[in-house]
Nanobody, 115 residues
Framework: QVQLVESGGGLVQAGGSLRLSCAAS????????MGWYRQAPGKQRDLVAT???????YYADSVKGRFTISRDIGKNTVFLQMNSLKPEDTAVYYC?????????WGQGTQVTVSS
């Protein structure tokens, strides 16, 4: 079992920045990748960015050049630095961990970007 706890969401004006954190605990040795998803009201949950154990990163086209994912492996923590935020980035952001082909999710953190 892996437990994920997110922090860092909030309200920000368009053009501003936020940094999300996700701390993993439990059977973390099995984690091969960690990432962030987001879900806006009435929409499906979409992948934002991932960071694999081989330090490979992936970004959705909508956030490339604005968001940066990083990972502190020693602390089992993944971060999402979000710059140049837009109102369309407003969503609940969820941390995800891939552990032995099982998905684990955090409780989500709200990010609201005002225009």
């Amino acid at each position: 079992q892996v437990q994920l706890v997110e922090s860092g969401g909030g309200l920000v004006q368009a053009g501003g920045s936020l940094r999300l954190s996700c701390a993993a605990s439990g059977h973390t040795i099995c984690i091969s990748a960690m990432g962030w998803y987001r879900q806006a009201p009435g929409k499906q949950r979409d992948l934002v960015a991932t960071y694999t154990i081989g330090a490979n990163t992936y970004y959705a086209d909508s956030v490339k050049g604005r968001f940066t994912i990083s990972r502190d492996i020693g602390k089992n923590t993944v971060f999402l630095q979000m710059n140049s935020l837009k109102p369309e980035d407003t969503a609940v952001y969820y941390c995800n961990a891939d552990c032995s082909y099982s998905d684990y999710w955090g409780q989500g953190t709200q990010v609201t970007v005002s225009s």
